[in-house]
Each structure stands twice: as C-alpha cells, then as structure tokens.
C-alpha cells in the first residue's frame, strides 16, 4: 500500500523522541508549513489550543495520522 503524502494541516505524530526539542515519541502536531519537499514545520498543541513547541522537522521522522474517513464523534 503506498504511503499518503504529508502536506499542509495534516495530523502528524513523532516517531522517535527529540529530547533536545522536550518531544516525545507519539506527541500529535499539525503541518503548518513545507520548508523542503521533506521538511515541515510542525506546531504541538495542549488541550486549550495553546502552542507548546513549533519545529522544522523532517518527514522521516513523522507519521501521518487519519480518521479513515469516518466522522469524528465530539462530546459536549
């Protein structure tokens, strides 16, 4: 199956730790820019929407997450 191109206000996830950066592995962030045809800028967000870490990370080092086209079911 081939691998989905990452590209602008995707959801993306760290798949490794960047402790010079205080991420960790797993941490979910959003494409906000593409530096290189590799390289995006990712934005981490908390809870309330506040940025935490924004960083040029390559795509190597992401992994695209998706819903599979199925709603999202938000509580209220």
Same mark, same amino acid.
């Given at each position: 199956?081939? %691998?989905?191109?990452?590209? *602008? *206000? +995707?959801?993306?996830? *760290?798949?490794? +730790?960047?402790?010079? $950066?205080?991420?960790? $592995?797993?941490?979910?962030?959003?494409?906000?820019?593409? *530096?290189?045809?590799?390289?995006?800028?990712?934005?981490?967000? +908390?809870?309330? =929407? %506040?940025?935490?870490?924004?960083?040029?990370?390559?795509? =190597? %080092?992401?992994?695209?997450?998706?819903? %599979? =086209?199925?709603?999202?079911?938000?509580?209220?």
């Amino acid at each position: 199956m081939a %691998q989905k191109k990452i590209k *602008l *206000l +995707d959801t993306v996830a *760290l798949t490794a +730790d960047l402790p010079e $950066r205080g991420l960790k $592995r797993g941490e979910v962030g959003t494409i906000v820019e593409t *530096l290189a045809p590799d390289v995006f800028e990712v934005e981490f967000s +908390d809870d309330d =929407g %506040q940025t935490y870490a924004m960083f040029a990370i390559p795509v =190597g %080092q992401l992994m695209l997450l998706h819903n %599979q =086209g199925k709603a999202l079911k938000l509580a209220a």
